[in-house]
């Protein structure tokens, strides 16, 4: 063997590494290795499928299925990643099979000992607490080997705060547990490795992965990269900016930044760099990219679809959130793609054929605009057919769908040969944008599916998942021999068989993609059971208070310092769990008690997009290590460059907490919606200008300084506004019963509470509660927010709060004091700050412009 490696096997080690597993062994052990990730992969699609309750067989309820799936996970740990660098990699020791073996008994013992551990609960036998204590050591070890070491250091510093509670500093200081109750908690029960993390890695994120897989392996990834290349190779930067376009287009099929990057940067950045991008700012762009792919609905990456356990949303709630975050954020990539090359004075590359502007328009228009007829009909037509033909509906969807496909299959078939682009060859030329889309359409029809099943059909994420995955399998099988049918090329029984090798294929590398996330879910469980036990959620609300002295800003500024620092050693998901655990209820609480309402949503995509920023965040950055490795640059500096494209990515958290309305949340008409998509554009074009120095021309220093100030004021109209018209009125308590007689159906009540906590203390907080459409009366919707009141002198004060109502989980409690009902005060929009904003940015544009003729015109003098 060469003691030398290239560029491309040193990135696809490190991908091993990281997402599948370095060992490649031969003989008896490659086939275990090969056919347990698919019996692992075949499980998956049984359990989220409806065939249990059909057939009434092998229904298993979520800590069984929890159980089983990390039997699996953990199992594969041992036995596809190497316990140590200088560990042999192309064969698997006995004492690796051995704690393989011994690893996947523990885990599984919740299943196989189902019954009799719910007739005992609270009360473990001995062999209990020893399979918990062998079962905890193991996954540790297996952390370490999937993950590193850092996500197995934090597990292990929460499991000795749970033990050494008595021993620790007095701000941070529990009673401790003993050994039975704390495995028993953590091992035995769902509230710590078994838990909601778990839980969704079971449910829902394995069967997203497994989707994505299938789709790589039938070759969406290399169309959405081809498709990129051709609609924006010829133009300035054309290479990095169809980098920016596929990279968002390999996040519907990739959850790994690291993934992400290999499977587009092996192409885009010797392009980037034969366009005239440096080595480091070709790795950049792309870790930039590929990171952001996470923040791409429908799919994102696995910690989103946490967010629907720990905040309490669907599925379809948390995409809404999230979509336009993250159209901005790939909009300013390409923007600032495109400063770099008007700085540098790059070109794109040129055309195959030089093509008419009305065949331009043609090509693309035509073909967004089929695929927007194709989807108006499948909406409406779905829609139609199941108010005329009932339970019949479904069928003849189906029928639709098929049909659908073997159009587009044909399509494909007959404009394959001239939409053919090797990623691994070098190119000088862009290709005809028209035959390239129209050589892979059917790759769009399960991501339709997919979109359909969630949005309309309103399914669970794993079964929308499975529904998806199923027409995936469909396509894998089929595509090949009708595509040899319809072109004459090839054999179509071979092109079968070809077929069901590339599904066994892709349901082996779907399943290998998910042992790092199981076992980080797994791992992080274990933080969140340590919280559950101690109450340590409880300290760190005064902690975090004491340290930002109530600042929401330094409060959110340590959040995401955490976030990021953690983020370079543990994986997105882990990351989330870690911080969103112990960070989201101390930043609406605070907030709260400043006079804030944050939604949950907000803090939970806050700490999500920090997570994800830390993939590129250096010195650890693995992103920007395998961007580095192809682009042959300095991975310390290219993952300084990718986070400084990232900064506009940064900055998105800290506005959409204060201007939820870049959530989609509070908007009412349509015309509303548009002003906030085109406002906050504008907004995160303007901070790309400023943060690279250059709009039309170079920035003078003031100007820099001007374009962040119309960023802000784009991002946040309400700052100013609200210093000429206060946004809040502030009414006393006692009138708390006829503002609430006159409040409109569906806005909550918002109202200021003060009292003593169960610790003592004075506290005083902002709540938003909730009241029933159906009360009519003050008292009645006063009640349905789980409120009984009573008058106290010139005090209205709370006599009873009813469990499990909002009140309740707004954290208010008897005997407090209602000072203040606060109402939103009728002004004008605040959006006419855009007015004057936009008055100043065509001043400055007006003055860059005059600039550049100014030059030119000294120039030519010369």
């Known amino acids: 063997m060469s003691k030398t490696s290239s560029p491309t096997q040193d990135v696809q080690e490190m991908v091993a590494q990281a997402d599948t597993g370095a060992r490649s062994p031969k003989g008896i052990s490659a086939r275990i290795l090969w056919f347990t990730p698919l019996c692992w992969s075949l499980f998956q699609l049984w359990y989220a499928s409806p065939l249990p309750f ?38 698997i020791p006995v004492t690796d099979w051995l704690l393989a073996l011994i690893s996947s008994f523990s885990a599984g013992y919740i ?57 620790m500093p007095d701000v941070i200081a529990h009673k401790g547990a ?102 480091t700012k070709a790795g950049a762009v792309e870790v930039a990219a590929s990171t952001n792919g996470q923040l791409t609905p429908p799919i994102m ?41 008007c700085k540098a004075g790059m070109q794109g590359l040129p055309r195959r054929h030089t093509p008419t502007i009305v065949q331009s328009l043609l090509s693309f228009t035509g073909t967004i605009l089929g695929l927007c007829v194709i989807s108006a009909a499948v909406y409406y037509g779905v829609g139609w057919t199941k108010n005329v033909f009932g339970e019949a509906a479904t069928p003849i969807v189906v029928f639709i769908l098929i049909l659908t496909y073997i159009v587009l299959i044909s399509i494909s078939a007959k404009n394959a040969h001239e939409g053919e682009l090797d990623v691994n060859a070098e190119l000088t030329e862009v290709p005809d944008p028209g035959p390239t889309i129209k050589s892979g359409l059917h790759y769009l029809l399960p991501i339709v599916v997919l979109v359909w099943c969630l949005t309309v059909e309103r399914f669970s994420p794993g079964l929308s998942a499975f529904w998806a995955t199923v027409f995936m399998i469909f396509i894998i099988i089929t595509q090949r021999p009708l595509m040899s049918l319809i072109s004459k090329q090839g054999n179509a029984v071979a092109e079968t068989r070809a077929g069901f090798v590339d599904l066994l294929e892709s349901l082996v590398s779907g399943a290998r993609n998910m042992i790092g996330i199981s076992v980080a879910t797994a791992a992080a469980g274990t933080v ?27 409060m959110l500024l340590f959040t995401a310092v955490i976030s990021l620092i953690l983020g370079m050693g543990l994986p997105t998901t882990a990351n989330y769990i870690v911080v969103s655990t112990l960070m989201a209820p101390v930043i609406v609480t605070l907030g709260a008690q400043s006079g804030v309402i944050i939604p949950l949503i907000a803090v939970h995509l806050f700490v999500f997009y920090f997570g994800i920023l830390a993939d590129d965040t250096p010195p650890v950055g693995l992103a920007a290590f395998a961007a580095a490795a192809i682009a042959k640059s300095d991975p310390i500096r290219t993952g300084i460059q990718g986070f400084t494209y990232d900064i506009r990515t940064a900055i998105l958290p800290f506005m959409f907490i204060f201007n939820t309305q870049l959530l989609l949340l509070g908007i009412d008409t349509w015309w ?104 009519q009366s003050a008292d009645d919707r006063i009640r349905s927010m789980g409120l009984v009141l009573k008058q106290v002198e010139d005090k209205v004060v709370v006599d009873m709060v009813e469990f499990g109502s909002p009140a309740e989980a707004a954290g208010v409690d008897f005997d407090w004091e209602v000072r203040s009902v606060i109402t939103t005060a009728d002004r004008p929009m605040k959006e006419w700050v855009f007015v004057p904003a936009l008055l100043l940015l065509i001043g400055l544009a007006i003055n860059q412009k005059r600039r550049i003729r100014k030059d030119a015109l000294a120039q030519s003098a010369c």
């Not at 629907?308 to 923007?335: C, D, H, N, Q, R």
């Open 54 to 91: 059909i057939f009434d067989f092998g229904v298993l309820n979520d800590t069984e299925a929890r159980s089983i799936h990390l039997m699996f996970a953990i199992f594969l740990a041992f036995t596809a990643y190497p316990a140590m660098k200088s560990s042999p990699r192309n064969r």
């Open 111 to 167: 299943y196989i000992f189902y019954t009799e551990l719910a007739g005992r609960s609270g009360a473990p036998t001995t062999a209990d607490i020893v399979i918990a204590v062998v079962g905890m050591i193991l996954l540790l070890e297996a952390t370490r080997r999937a993950l590193g070491p850092p996500l197995m250091v934090v597990a292990a510093v929460f499991l000795l705060y749970v033990f050494g509670g008595p021993y």
């Open 178 to 279: 003993s050994l039975s109750k704390a495995m028993s908690h953590l091992w035995l029960t769902t509230e710590g490795v078994f838990g909601v993390a778990l839980g969704v890695s079971s449910s829902f994120v394995f069967l997203f992965v497994l989707f994505g897989a299938m789709l790589e392996r039938a070759g969406a990834g290399a169309y959405f990269i081809k498709v990129a290349f051709s609609l924006l190779g010829h133009m300035r930067g054309g290479p990095a900016k169809a980098a920016v376009v596929a990279s968002g287009l390999s996040g519907i099929v990739s959850g790994s930044s690291i993934a992400n990057v290999v499977t587009t940067g092996t192409f885009t950045i010797p392009l980037m760099k034969k366009v005239g991008f440096p080595g």
């Open 301 to 341: 990456g696995a910690a989103a679809f946490l967010m629907v356990e720990y905040v309490g949303i669907s599925y379809v709630e948390v995409i809404k959130a999230a979509i336009l975050p993250a159209l901005i954020s790939y909009i300013a990539l390409i923007y600032i793609v495109h400063l770099e090359a």
């Open 528 to 554: 969140v059971g340590a919280v559950t036990l101690t109450g340590i959620g409880l300290v760190m609300t005064d902690f975090v208070e004491f340290i930002s002295g109530g600042n929401i800003i330094l």
């Open 672 to 775: 509303h919606l548009l002003l906030t998509i085109a406002s906050s554009i504008a907004a995160m074009l303007i901070f790309s200008a400023a943060t690279q120095g250059w709009w039309f021309t170079k920035n003078k220093w003031w100007e820099t300084i001007l374009l962040l100030l119309l960023t802000f004021t784009f991002f946040r109209p309400g700052y100013w506004w609200d210093h000429i018209y206060p946004a809040k009125e502030s009414h006393p308590g006692t009138d708390i019963r006829q503002i609430a007689q006159k409040l409109p159906i569906g806005q909550d009540m918002e109202i200021l509470v003060s009292g003593q906590n169960l610790e003592g203390e004075s506290v005083a907080k902002t709540v938003r509660l909730p009241f029933d459409d159906q009360a």
